[in-house]
């Protein structure tokens, strides 16, 4: 019993935002995140990513070690996605992003939270910088098919990481007022981001049900799959192993959504916002089991 009024205390207070977020979206379409949006990328995402990773314990090499794990996974994404769609005849290039990028950032880091504490956070944090990385270089890269440096350079979560990576290399303690400042504006960002895929999610449509549920299928089900073969086959255990398996578990990131908008025709961002619809709905049933597994095996 004990467990699963863990496993509520870790899954309600993520949907019940969420939740909030869709009501506000379905009251008033014209609700503008322009502020949310600005907010997370430009301040709260890098102050997000230093915080949760030089003041929760981690290590430079464990930083490295799960940034080199969410890599592999994410490469099994790939050659999963890649034969789905290609079998339902999509295009392999543009609409690959929403099933190898997963949403660890909105919805994976606070779950990591709330299931193995500060701990939990910032092993979080290191795999959802992978994320961040792909989103600017690979994710750019299909949906537009073309590199932009321009891009990459231009993003600021880049610039948060770097710092976390120069602190944890040099073992700097980090000031009191940098922490503080960085722990206010974190809690602050995963509330808003949370809300904020709330209310993206009331504004999406769904295309092709049959397809989309199938993409959105593979996404939430293959996907903890593959991180929990990758953690048996490398004998990972503890928290930190948890946490892998819960962010490989996640829905596609609506970042996806944002970046195609900007690159791709209208058929592809139709379809890349049809999968993140159906996979974040089939994660309602997919990430409760998978909180529940890593809880009870991963400690």
Known sequence: MELYIKLFDVIFPVFFVIGVGYYLGVKDPNFDTKFITNFAGNIGTPAMIFYTI??????????IEYFIYALIIIGGFSIIGLFFLFILKKDVISEL???????TGNMGIPICLFA???AGLGVASAIASVIILLHF??????AKKSFSLKILVSNVPIYGIIASVIFLYFEWEVPGFIENTTFLLTYTTIFLVLMSLGIALSRFQV???SHASILGGVRVVIGPLIGL???????????AAGVLLIQSSMPSAVLTYLVGSMYSEKKVVDSVASVIVTSTVMSIITIPLVVFYSLKYFQ
Do not use: A, E
């Open 54 to 63: 030089t003041t929760t314990g981690v290590t430079l090499n464990i930083f």
């Open 97 to 103: 992003p929403p099933l190898i990028l997963p949403n």
């Open 116 to 118: 193995y504490g500060t």
């Open 137 to 142: 270089t690979v994710g750019v890269l299909l």
């Open 207 to 209: 295309i092709s049900w």
């Open 229 to 239: 073969s990758l953690i048996k086959y490398l004998d990972l255990d503890g928290f």
